[in-house]
């Protein structure tokens, strides 16, 4: 029986999501839309990240991410949700841990929003929909 090592590809590359010592990047993915998180968990868990908990608000974000921490190394943060939004979710996040990595996720137009976010403290943002290949490269340069 051949496995997948028995064919080596030429341009074969280490997944993005994994660490210099093989473990996964633990992403956490607050969006209250059930399918943006769904396909930011699926785009990420594609290229070997680890979802480690999904919250549908800003307030279950920041608990989540207090209960998570240390073991969290990067959030997807939604900007527009219900009972708390993503802005003071991220306040909140980093005022708890001042060295968190969020990326913010927004729909177009919304870009005073998105500004304020990472005068915040946001590493970077993700413009939706979603673009597979934007979201892995925005996320890998605020995990490097």
Do not use: H, W
Not at 65 to 70: A, N
Not at 103 to 131: C, F, N, Q, R
């Amino acid at each position: 029986m051949k496995t997948a090592n028995d064919f080596p590809t030429i341009n074969e590359r280490p997944p993005e999501g994994r660490k210099d010592d093989g473990t996964s990047f633990r992403v956490l993915v607050v969006d209250d839309s059930m399918f943006v998180a769904k396909q930011l968990g699926q785009i990420l868990s594609s290229e070997g990240y680890e979802i480690v908990a999904t919250a549908a608000d800003g307030k279950e974000g920041v608990d989540k991410y207090k209960e998570l921490c240390p073991n969290v190394d990067l959030v997807t943060m939604d900007i527009t949700m219900p009972k708390m939004d993503g802005i003071t979710a991220l306040e909140q996040i980093m005022a708890f841990d001042k060295n968190a990595k969020v990326v913010m996720v927004s729909a177009l137009g919304k870009e005073e929003l998105v500004k304020k976010s990472l005068m915040t403290g946001a590493k970077s943002y993700i413009i939706k929909p979603l673009d597979r290949k934007k979201v892995l490269e925005r996320i890998a340069k605020v995990l490097q």
